[in-house]
């Protein structure tokens, strides 16, 4: 397909290639959508507004010019300063991205200044050009900051740098996306108000759209990193109207089906951190507006929960004989969902908790077969005979799958959407059922709570990542950890006295002290009393 190079949002002559249920398709203008949609069918559209998220500034501790592209958050709160992001070296989105030099090497803890903000390396996330970054500051200074002297992302296929005004659909509202949701590009206020004119409903989800390449293969794997959404009540009693009146959920952009997929359709804060492609279960959405994509994206991966492989590659086929365009100023796909039940080979669809797995990848209880292997959450071993929890994924690093090996109560803290998934499929009288669901039920309310790692006598120099202050040596320091594609990384410290800044929660005391099982009675004893303490003086 031929890249689209000018940042033109509705161009006239857009088009639109529809695949029905069954595979079948037709060439349309995109103008033209609301003719493929039904009296009583609900369209959800991202309304995230993109922010400025590439950010040019200097490595301090070598001098060295870098180019940060915010791509995470953990949550939609502005307070939260804590943010992923690919770092360059020196350059510009003029370079491909796969062209552009690694940063400087980093040490942790190194401050970086980007603009008129100053920031700190807090760790890595699995590859060197992937970091924690924590502003310092106050988040009105902060996000000030971001408006003044940040600029769109932007890829060198596009003719000239990108204004602000571009990357924002007409529907945005909060400015929490990294790059923009562009299957909304496609919309304006008269094609909502055709869809209204047709008996269509419209609603809106808002989710933290990530970027959509890092310039390395290895990390481009990895894509979507997790991506924080808010799904309003009104959405959920939209979708409930829907799905009374026999209507479909049409999701405008991959954005919005991993929000609904994740959520099941509840309301509420949550972060999508699933992959969806052929193998997953559709809960909630019935087709998806999408940009075009080449089978190399995760985008296109996505497409394949709604349709198989074949009709996909006929698609393909159309899309590059026809000169359609591609990327976020391209042209279009509405993709229906093939017919689900057992007279279609597939998984009836269904109401579940979080993501949906593939019949091939269910989690497992099992007692241990050995005893060698060690938990992933607390990294004790596991008893010859004892009950383990196996996570079961896709193997990031080639065919096939993996699986996760813990502690049952572990992988509650730190995995809890894969343990409720286990536990509602588990035949059978579970030991111990009620405390996994009630602790992994608190993981899942409270996003940060599977960071905890334990705590510890503070040993060297580290700053809290919530008040940024140092860490006394000698003081409780509670460990932090992020997750990411089956591998736990460090992300640094806080002092106990912020914990509940941090976790926003005051139910940080049973987590906290499993996972600090290697202290000695007495110190446990310590650090209960001084967990209890700064709660009670919360």
Same mark, same amino acid.
């Given at each position: 397909?031929?890249?689209a190079?000018?940042?033109?949002?509705r161009r006239l002559d857009?088009r639109?290639?529809v695949i029905d249920?069954?595979?079948a398709m037709?060439e349309?203008a995109?103008?033209?959508?609301a003719?493929?949609?039904?009296?009583g069918d609900?369209?959800v559209a991202?309304?995230?507004a993109?922010?400025?998220?590439?950010?040019?500034g200097?490595h301090?501790a070598?001098?060295?010019a870098?180019?940060?592209?915010?791509?995470?958050?953990a949550?939609l709160?502005?307070?939260d300063l804590?943010?992923?992001a690919?770092v360059?070296?020196a350059?510009d989105w003029?370079?491909?991205t796969?062209?552009r030099?690694?940063?400087?090497?980093?040490a942790?803890?190194?401050?970086?200044?980007?603009?008129?903000?100053?920031?700190?390396?807090?760790?890595w996330?699995?590859?060197r050009?992937?970091?924690a970054?924590?502003f310092?500051?106050?988040p009105?200074s902060?996000?000030a900051g971001i408006?003044?002297?940040g600029?769109?992302v932007q890829?060198a296929y596009v003719?000239?740098?990108?204004?602000?005004?571009d990357?924002w659909?007409?529907i945005?509202?909060?400015p929490?996306a990294?790059?923009?949701p $562009? =299957? %909304?590009?496609?919309l #304006?206020?008269?094609v909502l *108000?055709? @869809?209204r !004119?047709?008996?269509?409903?419209?609603?809106t989800?808002t989710?933290?759209?990530g970027?959509?390449?890092t310039?390395?293969?290895?990390?481009?794997?990895?894509?979507?990193?997790d991506?924080?959404?808010r799904?309003?009540?009104?959405?959920?009693?939209?979708?409930a109207r829907?799905?009374?009146?026999?209507?479909?959920?049409i999701?405008?952009?991959t954005t919005v089906v991993?929000?609904?997929e994740? $959520? =099941? %359709?509840?309301a509420? #804060?949550?972060v999508a951190? *699933?992959? @969806?492609g !052929?193998?997953?279960?559709?809960?909630?959405c019935?087709?998806i507006?999408?940009?075009?994509?080449?089978?190399?994206?995760?985008h296109?991966q996505?497409l394949?929960?709604f349709?198989?492989?074949?009709?996909l590659?006929r698609?393909?086929t159309?899309?590059?004989n026809?000169?359609?365009l591609t990327?976020?100023?391209?042209?279009?796909?509405?993709?229906?969902a093939?017919p689900?039940?057992a007279d279609a080979g597939?998984?009836p669809?269904?109401?579940?908790?979080g993501?949906a797995?593939?019949r091939s990848?269910?989690?497992?209880?099992?007692?241990?077969?050995?005893g060698r292997?060690?938990?992933r959450?607390?990294?004790?071993a596991?008893?010859r005979?004892?009950?383990?929890?196996?996570?079961?994924?896709p193997?990031p690093y080639?065919e096939?799958?993996?699986?996760?090996?813990?502690?049952?109560?572990c992988?509650?803290?730190?995995?809890p959407?894969?343990?409720?998934e286990?536990l509602?499929?588990a035949?059978?009288?579970q030991?111990?059922?009620?405390a996994?669901?009630?602790?992994a039920?608190?993981s899942?309310?409270?996003a940060?709570?599977?960071?905890?790692d334990?705590?510890?006598?503070a040993?060297?120099q580290?700053?809290?990542?919530?008040?940024?202050?140092p860490?006394?040596r000698g003081?409780?320091?509670?460990?932090?950890v992020s997750y990411?594609e089956?591998?736990?990384s460090p992300?640094?410290?806080i002092?106990?006295?912020?914990?509940h800044?941090?976790f926003e929660?005051t139910a940080?005391?049973?987590?906290?002290?499993?996972f600090?099982?290697?202290?000695?009675?007495?110190?446990r004893?310590?650090?209960?009393?001084t967990i209890e303490?700064a709660m009670?003086?919360?």
């Amino acid at each position: 397909m031929i890249a689209a190079r000018r940042p033109i949002q509705r161009r006239l002559d857009a088009r639109l290639l529809v695949i029905d249920e069954r595979g079948a398709m037709t060439e349309a203008a995109r103008s033209r959508l609301a003719d493929f949609l039904q009296r009583g069918d609900l369209v959800v559209a991202n309304d995230a507004a993109t922010l400025p998220a590439s950010l040019r500034g200097v490595h301090l501790a070598s001098g060295a010019a870098i180019e940060a592209r915010l791509a995470g958050r953990a949550s939609l709160a502005p307070r939260d300063l804590e943010f992923a992001a690919v770092v360059f070296g020196a350059g510009d989105w003029r370079t491909r991205t796969e062209d552009r030099p690694l940063p400087p090497p980093f040490a942790l803890g190194d401050r970086v200044a980007l603009g008129p903000l100053n920031a700190r390396i807090e760790g890595w996330l699995g590859h060197r050009r992937l970091v924690a970054l924590a502003f310092e500051g106050d988040p009105d200074s902060v996000w000030a900051g971001i408006a003044r002297h940040g600029r769109p992302v932007q890829y060198a296929y596009v003719d000239g740098p990108l204004a602000l005004w571009d990357v924002w659909a007409p529907i945005a509202a909060l400015p929490v996306a990294f790059e923009p949701p $562009s =299957a %909304g590009f496609a919309l #304006d206020w008269s094609v909502l *108000q055709t @869809l209204r !004119a047709r008996g269509a409903e419209f609603a809106t989800i808002t989710l933290a759209a990530g970027i959509s390449s890092t310039g390395d293969a290895a990390l481009d794997a990895r894509l979507p990193f997790d991506e924080p959404y808010r799904i309003p009540p009104t959405t959920v009693a939209a979708i409930a109207r829907t799905r009374a009146r026999g209507g479909r959920i049409i999701a405008v952009g991959t954005t919005v089906v991993r929000a609904l997929e994740h $959520s =099941a %359709g509840r309301a509420g #804060d949550g972060v999508a951190d *699933q992959r @969806l492609g !052929a193998g997953t279960r559709l809960c909630v959405c019935d087709a998806i507006l999408s940009g075009t994509h080449t089978p190399q994206e995760s985008h296109y991966q996505l497409l394949r929960a709604f349709q198989d492989d074949g009709v996909l590659a006929r698609a393909a086929t159309t899309l590059e004989n026809s000169g359609y365009l591609t990327h976020e100023f391209g042209d279009s796909v509405l993709v229906f969902a093939r017919p689900r039940g057992a007279d279609a080979g597939d998984f009836p669809r269904r109401r579940a908790f979080g993501p949906a797995y593939s019949r091939s990848m269910a989690h497992v209880f099992e007692p241990a077969a050995s005893g060698r292997s060690r938990c992933r959450g607390c990294g004790r071993a596991l008893a010859r005979g004892e009950i383990r929890f196996g996570e079961r994924l896709p193997n990031p690093y080639g065919e096939g799958e993996m699986t996760l090996w813990f502690h049952p109560l572990c992988a509650a803290y730190k995995r809890p959407e894969p343990m409720l998934e286990a536990l509602a499929q588990a035949h059978g009288d579970q030991p111990d059922r009620a405390a996994l669901e009630r602790a992994a039920q608190a993981s899942v309310a409270n996003a940060r709570l599977p960071r905890i790692d334990g705590a510890e006598r503070a040993k060297g120099q580290a700053n809290c990542r919530q008040c940024h202050e140092p860490i006394p040596r000698g003081d409780w320091r509670i460990r932090l950890v992020s997750y990411d594609e089956g591998q736990f990384s460090p992300l640094g410290f806080i002092h106990v006295s912020c914990a509940h800044l941090y976790f926003e929660t005051t139910a940080i005391v049973e987590p906290l002290m499993h996972f600090s099982a290697a202290l000695s009675d007495p110190e446990r004893e310590a650090l209960r009393a001084t967990i209890e303490r700064a709660m009670r003086s919360s």
